[in-house]
């Protein structure tokens, strides 16, 4: 068997076990993609991490409750007869404090203690109880004032989280686009290799019409060597084409997370994937989320700046304070807690606390050169932000001029199809006429091939950028 039918058999078995394929649009296959398709997954799963983990330092700016309970048994020898020998304590503390964005920080608790002392002198009490309600607070007047420090550390976190997400999200719509892209590829693979399959099978017609002319002495054998010439030629464009469109369906089963290398099921034409795309174009330029992902790094760098820069600054804290106290002992009823908690908030035995601390960071120079490179940090983000805020708007110009050239480019290819079309039909009739040369006829074969080719290359092309233009206006959030 010559290896021109071994792959009109291969390609006969390929089609015949295509024929009953079930048809799997576009839109389809994009929420296998969605469902299972690993790279985009990832990217959705990395987009929610980082929109949940922005809101990390928001913690703290969060109250916080502290409760902790201690028992104490002190046996130890005493040097004074009348502390007893023994020393029992139970002790709950309770404390509620919380940092506030601009600066202060407050702190309000509450505590008591139940004492017993054994073998105690008479005029010690025991059991008895110990109530302690207090109340703190903490304000910066220099290094940190109004939350200055604070407030940058915190926002450095969050956006950096944020830009993280935004280009998250930007992935994840690349991910629809290439997956896009994959499945026109796999569909234009496919017309070719439909297209290089009929252009064998044109050639070989044309092969077996010029062997019975030589046979008959009609035409000189150099012309059955052409003719066989431009089999063999047929048969490797036609294998070139098969082992492409192997590759493509590689890429096209990754993206829907299949490990598996054959696709059994049928796809669109390229026309009926260009006739529903439709994509409105602004006339400004979209927010594009790899923008505002860049956006967000420069913010994170200006507060990383801002928080470093406070360290050049000495710490000046004014710190005040109030504890309520009692004692309530001689039987150590349950009532005795009432009574002690009553004095204790009617601020009859109070402790006051007022105070002030400075801390000097001595090796300033260094701080400032620190914080002069977290400067230099903040001005190259913010270049970067700049420098992609012009990329993203002279792309998205050339993103519309190249969808209008796209338009003239079809027009022109589809009637160079026709014409190149009509040629080949009329050569043939020719060459049955014995009015031209099979050499004549073979190219212009290759033509109508090569035209009907550069046709669907630019439906691809199109697509892809409608696709690109679909990505850019519509990332998923």
């Known amino acids: 068997m010559s290896r021109s039918s071994v792959v009109g058999s291969v390609m006969f078995l390929m089609v015949s076990g295509m024929a009953g394929a079930q048809t ?7 929420s296998q993609v969605k469902e299972k398709g690993p790279e985009y997954r990832s990217a959705r799963k990395a987009l929610e991490g980082y929109s949940k983990q922005s809101r990390q330092q928001d913690l703290a700016f969060s109250p916080t409750l502290d409760v902790s309970y201690g028992h104490m048994d002190d046996q130890q020898e005493q040097l004074i007869p009348f502390n007893g020998d023994r020393t029992q ?7 509620l404090s919380n940092q506030l964005p601009w600066g202060p920080k407050l702190s309000v608790g509450y505590s008591f203690r139940h004492i017993t002392v054994s073998n105690a002198a008479p005029f010690i009490l025991s059991p008895y109880y110990s109530v302690a309600p207090t109340a703190s607070l903490s304000l910066p007047l220099f290094k940190d004032f109004l939350g200055a420090q604070t407030r940058a550390g915190a926002d450095k976190v969050r956006t950096q989280f944020e830009s993280a997400a ?3 999200g930007f992935q994840s719509g690349g991910a629809l686009f290439n997956a896009k892209v994959a499945y026109w590829n796999l569909a234009l693979l496919r017309a070719e290799k439909g297209i290089r399959q009929d252009t064998l099978e044109r050639s070989q017609k044309i092969q077996e019409w ?3 002319r030589v046979a008959r002495n009609l035409a000189d054998p150099p012309d059955a060597l052409q003719a066989e010439a431009s089999v063999r030629v047929a048969e490797l464009d036609l294998q070139m084409a098969a082992e492409r469109e192997r590759t493509a369906r590689l890429d096209f089963n990754r993206l829907r ?3 598996q290398e054959g696709v059994l099921e049928e796809l669109e034409g390229l026309e009926a994937s260009l006739s529903s795309v439709k994509v409105e174009i602004p006339a400004q330029v979209p927010d594009r989320q790899d923008l505002l992902s860049s956006e967000r790094t420069a913010a994170s760098q200006k507060a990383a700046y801002d928080e470093a820069h406070q360290n050049i600054f000495p710490d000046i804290t004014l710190m005040a304070s109030w504890t309520g106290g009692s004692l309530d002992g001689g039987g150590a009823t349950p009532g005795d807690l009432g009574i002690a908690n009553g004095e204790a908030f009617q601020n009859k035995n109070p402790i006051y606390q007022v105070g002030a601390k400075f801390s000097l960071p001595l090796d300033v120079f260094t701080a400032s050169r620190v914080s002069e490179g977290y400067q230099a940090n903040s001005e190259s983000a913010q270049l970067a932000y700049e420098n992609k805020r012009i990329e993203v708007s002279q792309q998205w110009k050339d993103l519309k001029d190249r969808l209008g050239d796209a ?6 290819a589809a009637q160079i199809e026709t014409i190149q079309k009509k040629k080949a039909d009329e050569e043939r009739r020719r060459l049955e006429l014995g009015r031209t040369t099979q050499f004549q006829l073979l190219s212009f074969e290759n ?9 669907l290359s630019l439906v691809l092309e199109k697509l892809s950028l409608l696709a690109q233009a679909q990505w850019w206006l519509a990332s998923e959030k």
């Not at 304590?89 to 404390?95: F, G, P, V």
């Not at 033509?447 to 046709?455: G, I, M």
């Open 407 to 412: 338009d003239k480019r079809l027009e022109m």
């Open 166 to 168: 935004q280009g998250a």
């Open 89 to 95: 304590a139970d002790e709950l503390k309770a404390s």
């Open 447 to 455: 033509d109508y091939a090569l035209a009907r080719l550069r046709r």
């Open 24 to 30: 799997l649009d576009l839109s389809t296959y994009l």
């Open 257 to 259: 997370g299949v490990e």
């Open 210 to 212: 010029t062997k019975r």
